[in-house]
């Protein structure tokens, strides 16, 4: 087969190889779109959907199907170029593919017969796998069933072997009352042993029996932990009367020694019962049985009586009560409670202190002393808690770590113990209390002064009884007689809440006083039947509180607390800095309420100024010489206070404060009455200068008569003022102020003063 003839015109797929690469050498690569890569077609991960959709975002689909159309076109050519040059081994291709059939077939039936051999295999294996798995099922069974048949054995011997040692206990002789030599160590007694038989006949009986309660206590551990592993088996449950008797004749008997070591104080049968218990892990029986023999007596003997009445002789008070309790503890229950708490004893899991002895006292003073309990009695009751809380700090003496500490108070028995002191009533009583005195002495009819029999107690200085009231009761949240450690929030916020009613109180009254009106602000009746000096004391009343609050109180509520965080310490300094601060906004009101009475005061005086116009409109006086008698009487309210000895309490500073708000006010109502008058009397005088030139116009062979004699009135008034402001300014040099210093002064003066007579001059 021969290529294809030239005579025929050429196709695509016939051209010669020569043009073919002609036509390359002149076809530009590049001339396809920037965004056509054709390499993408040839990546092994090549997704056509996202090729395609990535280009349509930015080619519209039309442009793109006409480039994929001239790159297939290409690609067809490419492939006819291929064809046409190795066209031979094109045409000789299938003559080579020769008895392809009988090739397959020979390699089918090797394959087949290895598969059948690998078939055979496998289902061998499997069979031989089963077998095994089966195999080792059963040995799995066998091995559970003798586990569980040699647990069954030896939870029987165990049994038996416990059943005979009860037995062998039980045929002990009976402890008789022997004769011990006994000593005192470390607040218990411990039994001497020697030579002589008889002497130590007790401890040689009592001994064995605690060696054996051990060791049966042992066995009986091992006998719960094979139990626990075999309860549901109907063996177990067969033989669970049997343990149960068992149990219980070794609780008997373990109780019994233990109490008649505890009787006889005897240290070896102590410490082997002791470990007796641990084993068969029943440290609640110790504890009870320590708690019945040794706690119970002494307790009983202190709280109540044989008969179970309390004793007569004492109150509810618990100090008395308390001290004997301790005694005891240290002589009959310190070896005991040293033994259990012995690192190296193994006895940790016993808890004396709080089940046994805490417990013990706990139900005697609600059998004994319920009253004890009771907060309707504040002081009794504050006693009564106080000698608790030291009680308690001696229990936790005999605990040697903090986390020993820390289970002490995680116990049963320590919670409920404080759970009997009712903190919440009490304080709602003493909430009353406090807060009763202060709305009483707040609730009169007026701001009353301090009673001067009381002025040792009243050794602040304050001036006011409701402010002393104030200061009692900020005093009486933090005295020992009242303030208890575990409520301090409950006290800090009662002294807020004091130092905030008192701010309301003062507040109401500011408004009341401001309106004149107490129907609209209830409360504020004092504030309008008090008088205006009333306020300056209270100006130093609230002046004084804040300055104390702040310091000394601030530091004893510190002091008090101590024992708290750094944080709560500062927050609790911060809460008493905010506290009274509001207070201190009220005092320019309070200031405000007396220098505007005696403002009103002096200026009813000054009024009396307007005189000096008729006088000298009325009257042909010669020009004044000196000054008016009221300017004398101006500044005598303000004078009249300072001098009085009902206002002692106000310092130099308020003094000052004082005279120099009121002196302004008075001068500036000074001011606006001189130029008023000044104003006046020259409005006055140029109508009657109109009215009499008019009248020489109208009539003649009237008098003769100058325009300078109706300026006489104006000259008089201004010379008077001028007088009586010269006195003035010397009275306020008399109180300590400088007139000049004043504005509303210096206003004064230039109206009223000669021309070209200075201040200064």
Same mark, same amino acid.
Request: aromatic share 8%; proline share 4%; hydrophobic share 40%.
């Given at each position: 087969?021969?290529?294809?003839?030239?005579?025929?015109?050429?196709?695509?797929l016939?051209?010669?190889l020569?043009?073919?690469?002609?036509?390359?050498l002149?076809?530009?690569?590049t001339?396809?779109?920037l965004?056509?890569?054709k390499d $993408?077609?040839?990546?092994?991960?090549f997704d056509p959907?996202a090729y395609?959709? +990535?280009?349509?975002?930015?080619v519209?689909?039309?442009t793109?199907r006409?480039?994929?159309r001239?790159?297939?076109?290409?690609l067809?050519?490419?492939?006819?170029?291929?064809?046409n040059?190795?066209?031979?081994?094109?045409?000789?291709l299938?003559?080579?593919?020769? +008895?392809?059939?009988g090739?397959v077939?020979?390699m089918?039936?090797?394959l087949?017969?290895l598969r059948?051999?690998?078939?055979?295999?496998r289902?061998?294996v499997?069979?031989?796998?089963?077998l095994?798995?089966?195999?080792?099922?059963r040995?799995?069974?066998?091995?559970?069933?003798?586990?569980t048949?040699?647990?069954? !054995?030896?939870?029987?011997?165990?049994?038996s072997?416990?059943?005979?040692l009860?037995?062998?206990l039980?045929?002990?002789?009976e402890?008789?009352?022997?004769?011990?030599?006994?000593?005192k160590?470390?607040?218990?007694?411990?039994v001497?042993?020697?030579?002589n038989l008889g002497?130590?006949?007790?401890?040689?009986l009592?001994?064995?029996?605690?060696?054996?309660?051990?060791?049966?206590a042992?066995?009986?551990?091992?006998l719960?932990?094979?139990?626990?592993?075999?309860?549901?088996?109907?063996?177990i449950?067969?033989i669970?009367?049997r343990?149960?008797?068992?149990?219980?004749?070794?609780?008997?008997?373990?109780?019994?020694?233990?109490?008649?070591?505890?009787?006889?104080?005897?240290?070896?049968?102590?410490?082997h019962c002791?470990?007796?218990?641990?084993a068969?892990?029943?440290?609640?029986?110790?504890?009870?049985?320590?708690?019945s023999a040794?706690v119970s007596?002494?307790?009983?003997?202190?709280?109540?009586?044989?008969?179970?009445v309390?004793?007569?002789?004492?109150?509810?008070?618990?100090?008395e009560?308390f001290?004997?309790?301790?005694?005891?503890?240290?002589?009959?229950c310190?070896?005991?409670?040293?033994?259990?708490?012995?690192?190296n004893?193994?006895l940790?899991?016993?808890d004396?202190?709080?089940?046994?002895?805490?417990k013990e006292?706990?139900? *005697?003073?609600q059998?004994?002393?319920?009253?004890?309990?009771?907060?309707?009695k504040?002081?009794e009751?504050?006693a009564n808690y106080?000698?608790?809380?030291?009680?308690?700090n001696?229990?936790?003496?005999?605990?040697r770590s903090?986390?020993e500490v820390g289970?002490f108070? $995680?116990?049963?028995?320590?919670?409920?113990?404080?759970?009997?002191?009712?903190?919440?009533?009490?304080?709602?009583?003493r909430?009353?209390?406090i807060?009763?005195s202060?709305?009483?002495?707040?609730?009169?009819p007026?701001?009353?002064?301090?009673?001067p029999?009381k002025?040792?107690?009243?050794k602040?200085?304050?001036?006011?009884?409701?402010s002393?009231?104030?200061?009692?009761?900020l005093?009486?949240?933090?005295?020992?007689?009242?303030y208890?450690?575990?409520i301090s929030d409950?006290?800090l916020r009662l002294?807020?809440?004091?130092?905030?009613?008192?701010g309301t109180?003062l507040?109401v009254?500011l408004?009341?006083r401001?309106?004149?009106?107490?129907?609209?602000?209830?409360g504020?009746?004092?504030?309008?039947?008090? $008088?205006?000096?009333?306020?300056?004391l209270?100006?130093h009343?609230?002046?004084?509180?804040?300055?104390?609050?702040?310091?000394?109180?601030?530091?004893?509520?510190?002091?008090l607390?101590s024992?708290?965080?750094?944080?709560?310490r500062?927050?609790?300094?911060?809460?008493?800095?905010?506290?009274?601060q509001?207070?201190?906004?009220?005092?320019? +009101?309070?200031?405000?309420?007396?220098?505007?009475?005696l403002?009103?005061?002096?200026?009813e005086v000054?009024?009396?100024?307007?005189?000096?116009?008729?006088?000298?409109?009325?009257?042909?006086?010669?020009?004044?010489?000196?000054?008016?008698?009221?300017?004398?009487s101006?500044?005598?309210?303000?004078?009249?206070?300072l001098?009085d000895?009902?206002?002692?309490?106000?310092t130099?500073?308020?003094?000052?404060?004082l005279?120099a708000?009121?002196?302004?006010?008075?001068t500036?109502?000074?001011?606006v009455?001189?130029?008023?008058m000044?104003?006046?009397?020259r409005?006055?005088?140029?109508?009657?200068?109109?009215l009499?030139?008019?009248a020489?116009?109208?009539?003649?062979?009237?008098a003769d008569?100058?325009?300078n004699?109706?300026?006489?009135l104006?000259d008089?008034?201004?010379?008077?003022?001028?007088?009586?402001?010269?006195?003035?300014?010397?009275?306020?040099?008399a !109180?300590?102020i400088t *007139?000049? +210093?004043?504005?509303a002064?210096?206003?004064?003066?230039q109206c009223?003063?000669p021309q070209?007579m200075?201040?200064?001059?």
């Amino acid at each position: 087969m021969a290529p294809v003839a030239d005579a025929n015109p050429p196709s695509p797929l016939q051209l010669p190889l020569s043009l073919k690469s002609v036509a390359f050498l002149f076809e530009d690569d590049t001339s396809g779109p920037l965004w056509f890569k054709k390499d $993408a077609f040839s990546n092994a991960s090549f997704d056509p959907e996202a090729y395609i959709s +990535d280009l349509r975002r930015f080619v519209p689909f039309e442009t793109l199907r006409a480039e994929l159309r001239d790159h297939l076109g290409g690609l067809k050519s490419e492939l006819v170029e291929l064809i046409n040059r190795d066209y031979a081994d094109f045409v000789n291709l299938s003559t080579k593919l020769v +008895d392809v059939d009988g090739a397959v077939l020979r390699m089918r039936m090797p394959l087949n017969e290895l598969r059948g051999k690998l078939v055979s295999v496998r289902d061998n294996v499997n069979s031989t796998l089963l077998l095994l798995q089966d195999g080792l099922k059963r040995r799995s069974d066998a091995s559970a069933s003798r586990e569980t048949l040699e647990l069954l !054995l030896d939870t029987c011997h165990v049994v038996s072997k416990v059943e005979k040692l009860l037995l062998e206990l039980q045929c002990m002789p009976e402890d008789g009352p022997q004769p011990l030599q006994i000593e005192k160590n470390d607040g218990f007694r411990k039994v001497n042993s020697n030579n002589n038989l008889g002497e130590d006949h007790g401890a040689s009986l009592e001994e064995p029996r605690s060696r054996l309660l051990e060791r049966i206590a042992s066995e009986m551990n091992r006998l719960k932990f094979y139990v626990a592993r075999a309860q549901d088996l109907p063996f177990i449950q067969n033989i669970q009367a049997r343990i149960s008797t068992a149990d219980a004749t070794l609780d008997a008997s373990l109780r019994c020694c233990f109490v008649g070591a505890l009787e006889r104080q005897n240290e070896v049968v102590i410490v082997h019962c002791l470990r007796a218990y641990a084993a068969i892990d029943n440290s609640a029986g110790a504890q009870e049985a320590f708690r019945s023999a040794v706690v119970s007596p002494f307790v009983q003997r202190i709280v109540l009586s044989s008969s179970g009445v309390a004793v007569p002789q004492r109150s509810d008070r618990l100090e008395e009560m308390f001290e004997d309790i301790k005694t005891h503890i240290q002589t009959d229950c310190l070896f005991l409670l040293e033994k259990a708490a012995a690192s190296n004893s193994g006895l940790q899991v016993f808890d004396f202190l709080s089940n046994s002895i805490l417990k013990e006292v706990l139900s *005697a003073l609600q059998t004994g002393k319920p009253g004890a309990f009771s907060p309707g009695k504040p002081k009794e009751f504050l006693a009564n808690y106080r000698s608790s809380l030291k009680f308690l700090n001696f229990l936790e003496g005999f605990c040697r770590s903090k986390n020993e500490v820390g289970s002490f108070r $995680a116990s049963v028995a320590y919670t409920d113990f404080l759970k009997q002191w009712n903190l919440q009533i009490y304080f709602t009583l003493r909430f009353q209390e406090i807060a009763q005195s202060l709305d009483n002495s707040l609730a009169g009819p007026s701001a009353t002064q301090k009673d001067p029999s009381k002025a040792e107690e009243n050794k602040l200085g304050l001036a006011l009884s409701s402010s002393i009231t104030l200061w009692e009761c900020l005093q009486r949240c933090w005295q020992d007689d009242v303030y208890i450690d575990a409520i301090s929030d409950k006290f800090l916020r009662l002294s807020l809440q004091l130092l905030s009613r008192y701010g309301t109180w003062l507040a109401v009254g500011l408004a009341a006083r401001k309106t004149g009106d107490a129907n609209n602000h209830p409360g504020g009746e004092w504030a309008l039947a008090s $008088a205006p000096e009333d306020f300056v004391l209270l100006r130093h009343d609230v002046e004084l509180l804040v300055h104390v609050v702040k310091r000394s109180y601030t530091d004893q509520v510190l002091a008090l607390l101590s024992g708290s965080p750094n944080n709560v310490r500062v927050m609790v300094r911060e809460s008493l800095f905010l506290g009274p601060q509001s207070l201190l906004t009220m005092v320019p +009101d309070l200031s405000d309420v007396l220098i505007e009475a005696l403002t009103d005061k002096c200026v009813e005086v000054l009024k009396q100024a307007k005189g000096i116009v008729a006088t000298y409109r009325m009257t042909n006086r010669p020009l004044p010489s000196r000054h008016s008698p009221y300017v004398t009487s101006i500044l005598q309210p303000l004078k009249t206070f300072l001098e009085d000895d009902r206002y002692a309490h106000v310092t130099n500073e308020m003094h000052a404060e004082l005279i120099a708000s009121v002196s302004e006010k008075i001068t500036s109502q000074y001011d606006v009455l001189a130029r008023d008058m000044v104003s006046m009397a020259r409005q006055t005088e140029a109508s009657l200068l109109l009215l009499r030139r008019g009248a020489r116009q109208r009539g003649a062979g009237s008098a003769d008569t100058t325009d300078n004699v109706s300026d006489n009135l104006s000259d008089k008034i201004c010379a008077q003022l001028f007088l009586d402001v010269q006195e003035y300014g010397r009275r306020l040099a008399a !109180l300590g102020i400088t *007139a000049a +210093d004043l504005p509303a002064y210096t206003s004064l003066w230039q109206c009223v003063a000669p021309q070209g007579m200075n201040l200064t001059s």
